[in-house]
């Protein structure tokens, strides 16, 4: 069940880590090539390795967990084969989307992602998959988590970016996953420290600092098999708590200023990205983010349930570029969406969809340049499981995210390389 | 590996002060297991069995002895929890449903059935976001699950199938022979049974068209599981599931998963990773699987025997685990003896990760070290403040770290504890310890 059991006892602890570390070598030089940037990636600058990844880039990884339909997201609006596949569901979706273009348009619950889509803010990745898919949630999840279609690896992707390019000890906000309460297999590395902030409002140490303290010496001299785990954890709770502290404060100031943003209070998408606006625009030194919206495992009753998801999906993330927008920093941020899979083309007698495959993602910010990209799965030719073959290779997207907006070298993550899908405005452009 | 076995639970031994602290020099320390002595094995069974002891609990197991309190805890029949409160005709308030759970497992005389309930909730998991609380099926479906946690797999999987809460979840209730809905039969193979890599999907959608037909009951049935419609099951021809081709019904699609081996293994493995160790032999697993089928899948001879292994008491197995957090909530009141409490673990549940009825998907609750992370040691350390700041007085600590702790205590707990003014101090030390989050 749980990957990292024996890889626990090899994990050192972080004081013996941290000896000999230096930090902060060239972060005041580069801290004032972001003058206009209050402190706020001087910290985030402070903790790259290596030069290429000292930038002010943040990314923000949004899970759709269960499976997101992804033919009710990006609607084909031409193709006769979707009506005749699902029609209870086509006849419900196409007629009303918003069009793109000729051929496609947005699910009708999503305003917000148009209105970026209209300032060239959107790409949208069709065809995205992998190889010999998997239709269990936990593998497929863990393949995209991992980036290892073979289901070998247990780091994650973003985890193996932090620790190949980021010293995140005594930095525990560079990767941090907000409304959730334990560290998304995506950012999960032995070597790295996380951040996991479940709710801004609950966030902090009842009892003041004896607690604390009296915490912090308890947990920190744990023996055996746990001992770097709780060590870890208690560490990063303290090293982050005035961070943490200082943002939520800026977010009980900054807003009451901006009558016009909402974010939606349904669902804790929407709590979780408020509070990941906070910490980017607090200059809380974060860098890779991971939030997740759950639900869209829809067998039964596709219609109603896939429409609210989405419209929360669409509120968030229009709320949350507006956030960034208004605090000067759309231009560092890219959003992205990711599902394990997508769902069968053919619906159910439950008014449903059974698991599937080739999905499509969405990238959207200022730093993507909007469009189409990829290729359209034929809906005439499906596999032999009855579903889309995948055209692109979720990994090249992450290639892209990782060279060109990170200024990583990915393929140092992910093991090789993929054609490059240019979905990314050119580096100081 | 410098030995760290620092207070016998010999009770001539009058404080923490005289413990001599051995120089741990940075190196990884581990903890010495005091499982050789009988009283450390009773609580650290209490604590993997039940919820663990409080004050009193652990001198009447004592006097039991190791192997009757085993004998005990599979053979007593669960306490009846008693009705919910405030339940008013089908619907369910899911806060009051929440709290009458965590209140019978303070309460209840017979905690190791809680502690069985809880563990399938979490592996035949449900939640009521979906199943919704118009009816009372989450309710109906603790019921049925503490009723035949002991019991045998094939019995087990039939009542899991036809669980109104369970059809609902995964859809079964509204599958049908025309057009298969293939949520259960998917997650019955993967997760709840055989584990991904021994089925394909041709036995995913044959086990699908199988077992479409089931309906929710309606009021008229009267009752409590689903009902069997042959005019909405599969009509078509042979179907081949797991390598046999032939009929298929209900009965066939469990005869076919229990004469996989895989089956055995997966579960065994599932309960030894809840029960006994995160990292185990293989061996081991193989023995108790072995075992496992030759009892017909009898969970209570399953449990009996890990108990009674002695990998149950090996010194890898001393603290490998990481209490959940309804499992450190409820230990925390159990230690106080603070049952009044109870209405705290409702306010910390989702913080720490783990709402009872509320799983996050249907793979259940992760385990150990995935109830770790910055976000839950905040929200576990809080607990234990609010909890002590809510008691004018406390039971007596002069043992507490003998009667909670098995008098095995890290260098640094013993120093805090040693420095600690007064009981309140040390109540506070002994709950935020490592040692009483670990198990």
Sequence with gaps: MSKDQVGINELKRRDFLRAGLVFGAGASALAAGYAAVPDAFARAVYAAKQEGVKNDKVLVMIQLAGGNDHLRTVIPLQDPKLHDLRPVLAAQSVPMALPLNGSFGLNQNMPGIKALWDQGKLAIVEGVGYPNPSFSHFESIRVWETGDPTRRQVEGWLGKTITKNYDSQGHPLTGCACGTTNVPGALRDLHATVSVISNSRTFGLQGGTRIETTAGALWKGTPGIYGALFDTAISTVQESISSVRTALKSQSNGYTDNAKLVYPSKTELGAALQLAASLITSGSGVKLLHVTLGGFDTHQTELNR???????????????YHDLDVHGMADKVLIATWSEFSRRPQENASGGTDHGAASAMLLMGSPVQGGFYGQTPSLSNLDSTGNLKYTVDFRAVYQEILNTHLGADAKEILGQTFDRVPFLKKPGV | MSALRLLSLDRKIPSVRSAVVPKTEGKTVEWTSPLAQEPARIAHLLRRATFGAGPGDLDAAFKLGYGKLVDQLV????????????????????????????????????????????????????????????????????????????????????????????????????????????NYSRELLELFTMGTGNFTEGDVRAGASALAGWRLPVAADNSRVGIFEPRRAYSGGPLTFLGRTGPLELKGVIDGILASDASATFLVTKIVHHFVSPA?????????????????YDVKTLMRSVFLSPEFITGQSYRSLIKSPIEYMISTLKALKAPQLSKLVLDADEQMGQMLFDPPDVGGWPNNEAWISSSTVMARINFAVSALSRLRNLPPANDLHKLQLDGVLSPVTTKLLDQAGDDRARWMIVLMSPEFNLK
């Design chain 1, 306 to 320: 896939h429409n609210d998801l989405i419209g929360y999906l669409d509120q968030s993330v229009a709320a949350f």
């Design chain 2, 75 to 182: 053979e007593t029949p669960p306490a009846e929890p008693p009705p919910v409160p405030g339940m008013n005709g089908n619907s369910v308030d899911i806060g009051n449903l929440q709290q009458w759970w965590v209140d019978h497992m303070l309460a209840s005389p017979t905690p190791f059935a809680e502690r069985m309930t809880l563990f399938w909730h979490g592996h035949f998991t449900s939640d009521y976001r979906k199943v919704g609380t118009g009816q009372p099926y989450m309710y109906w479906q603790n019921l049925t699950w503490r009723k035949v946690a002991l019991s045998n797999l094939a019995s087990m999987l039939m009542q899991v199938t036809i669980d109104p809460a369970m059809m609902r979840y995964l859809d079964l209730a509204t599958s049908t022979g025309k057009s298969p809905n293939e």
């Design chain 2, 280 to 296: 185990p032999q293989a061996r081991y697993i193989r023995r108790l699987a072995d075992e496992f089928r030759t009892s017909k």
